[in-house]
């Protein structure tokens, strides 16, 4: 058996010693099935948050009102979830209310797809009460239940759908699909923070391309917080998205393929955090230089300037390898990272210049820069002041 499965299973045992039942749930159990890396163990018991915090050493309690509690054994965190189930999604936000309930199957029934909704005891025997690991064998995405009800419950749902069906190359079956294009516009209830995490982790995943083709056939692209609309036609689906390896990368290439006619506008609707709107507006401009000089490297920095690369070979279809070799080669002759580098100061070179301080200082500094990092002109310290006495404003 897995490893993580292996370490986990003491605080499943423990559980079931003390008399409640206790088992693996929800997304590790999908990525042992599909032999995909898991992230971690969830545990699903019918022990309440206060029981689970009386039966452990250790244990963090993260969400007690929706029955979750940290459990730490062996250095590791384990989420053990009292089974439970939620009435209807009152605000579309978080559940209006929780149940604590005493069978697994209720729980699992609560879940978003089938592939979801499997569990796994301490023989690890698969439960699978809604066709789960038949419908990941067919490579298929339906939820637990009437989707049109499902989807209702929790439009956020909608996204999740998408999202799986990049990461794991599925498909959505047809009923599943039906009732997200008739609930679409429920999306607009959802908050922006959560379908982003849900959309970046599409773009992460193995065929965005392939999937926001299908979101733009199913209308879903005008229900998210800003409407996508792609520039030319198929260029989402054309784009290489998996050579992508950051998400600075991934936003900057939906600008670049969208009809976007204010890029801070646009990255603030979907309330992207501001280092990560300052990264995609530089590497949005940095995409705009077509040679790059000495100069251009030392200003935005060897990542900008590979990422700018990264995209462009991603939108060609062209390798650009020797691109980026050229960029490292240039990079390493540049011979300062910053001014600071520079062994000659403000105070230093007011002294060689016998003159007042005035804007001039800043101008020299720059254009001895410039000269620097072009490799005009080498570091050493006489050489420097030889070329400062001849400077002139
Ligand atoms: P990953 O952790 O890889 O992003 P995951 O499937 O574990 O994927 P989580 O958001 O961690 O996703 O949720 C854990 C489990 O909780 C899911 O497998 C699913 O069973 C259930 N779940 C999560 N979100 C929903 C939802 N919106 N509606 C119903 N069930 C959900
Ligand atoms: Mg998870």
Known sequence: MNEMFENALPVLKR????????????????DLLLHRHIKDIDIASSARPEDVQRIFPKTIPVGIEHGTVIVRHDSVSY???TFRKEDEYKDYRRPSNVWFVDDLKEDLSRRDFTFNAMAMDTSFQLIDHFGGRDDLEHKQI???GDPNLRFSE???RIMRAWRFMSVFDMTIESKTINAIKDKAHLLKRISTERIAIEFIKLLQG??????LQFMKKTSVLEYLPTTLQEKTNDSYQKFEWNKLISDDQRWTAILLLSVVSDVRSFLKSWKLPNHMIKKVEILKIAFEIESWSKMDLYCYGLEVALSSITLKSAIEKKDYAHVKERLHELHSEIPIISR?????DGQDLLKI???EPGVWLGKLLEEM?????????SLDTAALKDWVKRWEP
């Not at 600071?340 to 000659?344: A, G, N």
Request: net charge negative; aromatic share 6%.
């Open 15 to 30: 559980l079931e010693e003390k008399g409640y039942s206790a088992y693996f749930v929800g997304g590790c159990v999908r």
């Open 79 to 81: 989420e053990v979830t």
């Open 142 to 144: 339906r939820t637990v």
């Open 154 to 156: 929790d439009p956020l």
């Open 206 to 211: 193995e065929q965005p391309g392939k999937v």
């Open 340 to 344: 600071k580098d520079i062994p000659l």
């Open 353 to 355: 210049t016998q003159r």
């Open 369 to 377: 820069e410039k000269e620097i990092v072009e490799g005009e002109l």
